[in-house]
């Protein structure tokens, strides 16, 4: 087994990744691809879910030129995906609609309803999880009346790594950490559960989940067709996956419940992990996590890093600049004003809050003495209290707190923002050395699968290395404390507008 390598795919909302790892968790080369979003109305978040199979061969094939390593040498692959969202496959083996991205809004007054009737507080116990609309469960049941014809005519709703698992392989699997966040299963059985597919109306449903797979488990073999068009050897191993919010969280070693993860993408995610799940109303999720024996107690919204790529893209676009010069630009004008100086707030909601899901995103005191900095320091405070908002609900679960969190995701490539994490947490913040952590999350499962490593804890252990760890600065601690105070009051004085007016 020594020297092996593996591949870790990883597909977001709009951008997939392959990532090739050795033993160590050294990341050898990436690949990325593009993937367009489709927009039909307003509230409709699809792609081409054939595009999005097309974007990971493409990086596939990619990542295998770029690293220089034998195919003969790749152990296995694996898949990471965005959690939610729902992939439907046909009894031909062909998409049935177009792959659905979990921002998606079209079900959302079918989940108000169901928290409106009790429907939700009836299937709370078992789910141990919110109900929001861009679930798969949602949108079966939005397909179910809207749509009956698609149903009718699929045999698989997948998850987004499922899929792309599908495709290499032929094999039809729900990995567990993915399905258990879709608000179909009795979370402590482990296992889909009619009665809460019934109470939501969508039992007839039931025949197009997948059976369950751990996310360590060989859940199939690369085809001869697929090896063709990727380059890998036919028979590579195909390990079980996991969706995006557990992916990272073990690529940054977390096997225990001493440290706190926190991942920035399109959603803010905040969890640690624990033996005993949490049910809660008001907490957003508990689901299975990749260790053995430990679910991912989770908080988290649609309010991170997607808010500061909007800016870019229609405030700062004409300044003709590469991506990563966008990035270097905006860190540099964030950290040319003090926090002290800016009285800017933020409300980062884009793209929707669980908070409220009528709540939009608003720029809140500005003056004619601000300018793009003032602004853009305040997307990043915004998006640093949100998180901080989820990290005091959590803390309010657990039963002994945390000394640590390792970052993950677009701020963590930030020192600035780093630092403000943990300024406002008042916390030590550790970054990761990999650059592309849900592709290593990925990887670990296929090298467990593989007998590289006994078990996800192991292969943790042996893969995470960190960067630096970033130390508060006790000078901003209490400021950031007067701003949070001042951000959490302007939540709750906009929360009753938003329902009269919104």
Same mark, same amino acid.
């Given at each position: ?55 990971? %061969? ?20 694996? !898949? ?99 399905? =258990? ?34 996310? *360590? ?50 959603? @803010?995610? *905040? ?73 800017? %707030? ?8 669980? @908070? ?17 900095? =003032? ?5 990043? /405070?915004?998006?640093?209290? =949100? ?26 490539? =930030? ?8 300024? !406002?947490?008042?916390?030590?913040? /550790? ?30 252990? *042996? ?38 007016? %919104?």
């Amino acid at each position: 087994m020594a020297g092996k390598y593996y591949i870790g795919l990883d597909n977001g909302g709009s951008v997939s990744k392959a990532g090739l790892f050795d033993c160590a968790g050294t990341e050898r080369a990436v690949a990325t691809a593009i993937v367009p979003q489709i927009l039909p109305q307003a509230g409709y978040v699809e792609r081409d879910t054939n595009l999005l199979y097309q974007a990971n %061969v493409q990086c596939i094939r990619e990542v295998i030129r770029k690293s220089g390593v034998e195919p003969r040498e790749i152990g296995g692959v694996s !898949v990471t995906g965005h959690g939610n969202g729902l992939y439907l496959i046909g009894k031909d083996g062909k998409p049935s609609y177009n792959g659905i991205i979990s921002t998606d809004m079209r079900a959302a007054d079918l989940v108000e309803a169901w928290l409106d009737d009790g429907t939700f507080d009836k299937i709370l116990p078992k789910t141990k999880q919110s109900l929001w609309a861009g679930q798969i469960v949602p949108l079966l049941k939005w397909f179910s009346v809207n749509r009956p014809e698609v149903i009718k005519r699929s045999r698989y709703a997948f998850s987004c790594s499922d899929v792309i698992r599908y495709f290499l392989t032929g094999e039809a699997w729900g990995e567990i950490s993915n399905m =258990s966040s879709i608000s179909a299963m009795d979370l402590e059985k482990g296992e889909y559960s009619r009665e809460v597919l019934t109470a939501l109306g969508v039992e007839d449903c039931m025949r197009l989940l997948p059976p369950l797979r751990r996310s *360590t488990d060989v859940c199939g073999k690369i085809t001869g067709q697929v090896a063709r068009e990727t380059g890998l050897e036919p028979g590579t191993i195909v390990a079980g996956g996991l969706v995006d919010f557990t992916a990272c969280p073990i690529a940054t070693g977390i096997v225990d419940e001493t440290v706190l993860s926190i991942v920035g993408g399109t959603w @803010a995610i *905040t969890c640690y992990v624990d033996k005993q799940p949490v049910e809660d109303k008001d907490l957003f999720m508990s689901s299975i996590y990749t260790v053995d024996g430990y679910y991912n107690i989770m908080e988290g919204s649609m309010t991170s890093a997607s808010n500061l790529e909007w800016f870019i893209q229609k405030i700062l676009k004409d300044e003709n600049k590469s991506s990563k010069e966008y990035y270097e630009l905006c860190n540099e004008m964030v950290d040319s004003k003090q926090p002290e100086d800016c009285d800017v %707030v933020f409300l980062p909601y884009l793209y929707g809050t669980n @908070a409220n899901p009528k709540a939009k995103a608003c720029f809140i005191g500005l003056t004619c003495m601000d300018d793009k900095a =003032s602004m853009l320091r305040a997307i990043y /405070e915004g998006v640093v209290f =949100s998180t901080c908002y989820h990290v005091e609900k959590l803390m309010g679960y657990k039963k002994d707190g945390v000394k640590v969190a390792r970052i993950s995701g677009g701020p963590s490539n =930030s020192r600035v923002w780093v630092q403000m994490f943990a300024d !406002v947490l008042d916390m030590p913040i /550790e970054v990761c050395r990999a650059g592309e952590l849900g592709t290593l999350g990925a990887a670990m499962c296929a090298a467990v699968a593989d007998g590289q490593f006994a078990d996800m804890k192991q292969a943790a252990q *042996t893969c995470y290395h960190a960067d630096y760890t970033c130390e508060p600065n006790h000078m901003n601690v209490e400021i950031y404390a007067r701003k949070y105070k001042k951000f959490k009051k302007l939540v709750d004085t906009l929360d009753g507008y938003w329902s009269v007016c %919104v």
